[in-house]
């Protein structure tokens, strides 16, 4: 297996290859895990009913996927991931603001299902955790070398052998005694419900970053629409089943989530080994994404200040670098995990719902797709050093989305008005959209009157 030549540079034509079909087990895979099934079951450590829990997880995810999908097509477009793209609304400077942000993002994914892959290791060979963390980081620093065509291979397998692990599952929860109440449809919680909504949502958004990263090798001549809807399809079904069983297991089973994937394998009974390969299995595939979109991160972050050649060498090194940081996160967060990653889940979404709002307003209603992809890796380009309007926009929105939080750490003063309904996602979606469309659409009309008359003098 030849390991990847590429990093966050333009994918010229000749390199481009596969169908848009290929995304499907990529997002179906990527979905098939613990840590998908552990934030499943977070409605109900919120207080929904099961009933209530599944209706929130299918409406959190159809409604983020959108926004995921959304993102996934502009890969084959523009071939160049999707971070890079950022810099043509913040500026060849600017992107590294929500940059540092994204990073975020991937540090504790990686941290949260290394936990879970960890506590699952360590519950089948008795191994002391700290080991089981270092092992398992050790695989995915080794898998991530390899890059993007691995990945995909890697990702196939995945999704053949999950599908069927997880359908006998399946079968076996659905044998499970359920507490007498938990289907009830009379009474629902609003403020929990929608918080539900917004955390399930978030899991779907959390891909947005690095969703084209695995698109833009895909021909040019890929439509838009299959791209959108096998990434859509893929991700909505993974994410949709799996979260399903969270919510079934821990209504089900009392203090599941203290041990999830041990738990889950010995559902299996004298089969649980193969379960427990099978989880080790998706928590590894998943943190190979999670170290990659860290790598690309920390390239992106780098390349305008020094024209680093990512060599193989080079890609060693920094890859092995994020791993160390994820590696440190995990051994750090390993004796309070739910309480990490239940804040760390609404955290990131108050950063991540404005950018990707300010993303999508520019590709499909402003530009239309069509971008200068020289100039988004030339600071003194189209696009500049540092977009204000944009940063700006970010940065209100930011400050708009605070009167709404719920979370552990803060309550805003709104959200207390609102029975505790947390909000800000849609206050995070509607403020950078309208901050952003209407100062950026003025300035690129400016821009182009301008070209016009240089033409016309010319």
């Excluded at 942000?101 to 991937?106: A, I, P």
């Excluded at 070398?145 to 006998?168: N, R």
């Excluded at 076996?172 to 539900?196: D, E, K, M």
């Excluded at 860290?294 to 680093?308: G, H, Q």
Aim: overall charge positive.
């Amino acid at each position: 297996m030849k390991v990847e030549s590429r990093s966050i540079e333009y994918i010229p034509p000749e390199e481009r290859h596969g169908k848009a079909s290929d995304l499907f087990p990529i997002w179906f895979g990527a979905n098939m895990h613990i840590t998908t099934l552990v934030t499943g079951a977070l409605p109900i450590t919120l207080g929904l009913n099961l009933f209530w829990s599944l209706v929130a997880i299918v409406i959190g995810t159809l409604i983020g996927a959108i926004f995921m999908a959304s993102h996934s097509a502009q890969g084959p477009q523009l071939g160049i991931p999707q971070m890079i793209q950022s810099r043509a609304q913040f500026g060849v400077i600017g992107a590294i603001f929500p940059l540092f942000l994204v990073m975020f993002v991937y540090f504790g994914y990686f941290a949260s299902s290394g936990l879970l892959a960890a506590q699952t290791l360590s519950s089948l060979t008795s191994m002391d955790q700290t080991y089981s963390i270092l092992i398992l980081n050790a695989i995915c620093f080794a898998v991530t070398i390899f890059g993007y065509q691995f990945i995909h291979k890697m990702q196939k397998v995945l999704s053949w052998t999950t599908l069927v692990a997880y359908f006998i599952a399946t079968i076996l929860v659905f044998q499970l005694s359920i507490p007498a109440g938990s289907w009830n449809v009379g009474h629902v919680n609003i403020a929990q419900f929608l918080l539900a909504i917004s955390m399930v949502a978030t899991w779907q958004l959390a891909y947005a970053p690095y969703v084209a990263d695995y698109s833009r090798y895909l021909p040019v001549t890929t439509p838009t629409s299959y791209t959108f809807w096998y990434s859509y399809a893929g991700t909505a079904i993974g994410t949709v089943w799996m979260m399903s069983l969270g919510a079934i297991l821990t209504t089900a089973i009392p203090k599941f989530l203290d041990n999830s994937g041990s738990n889950l394998a010995h559902l299996f009974g004298k089969f649980a080994i193969i379960m427990f390969l099978v989880i080790l299995f998706g928590q590894l595939a998943i943190n190979v994404f999670n170290l990659y979109g860290a790598f690309m991160s920390t390239i992106t972050t780098i390349e305008p200040f020094m024209k680093l050649k990512v060599t193989a060498k080079v890609r060693v090194i920094m890859i092995f670098a994020v791993t160390v940081i994820g590696t440190i996160l995990c051994l750090l967060g390993k004796s309070n995990f739910l309480s990490f990653f239940l804040n760390f889940i609404f955290f990131m979404s108050y950063f991540l719902i404005p950018w990707t709002a300010i993303n999508l307003v520019d590709y499909y209603l402003l530009r239309h797709g069509k971008y200068n992809v020289k100039d988004i890796f030339d600071p003194n380009g189209q696009y500049g050093k540092v977009n204000m309007i944009t940063c700006i926009a970010f940065l209100l929105s930011i400050l708009a989305e605070i009167p709404f939080i719920n979370a552990s750490f803060y309550v805003g003063p709104f959200a207390k008005a609102f029975d505790g309904a947390d909000l800000a996602w849609a206050v995070g979606l509607v403020v950078p959209a309208v901050s952003y469309y209407y100062p950026m659409k003025k300035k690129l009309n400016s821009s182009q009157t301008n070209l016009e008359a240089q033409e016309n003098i010319s």
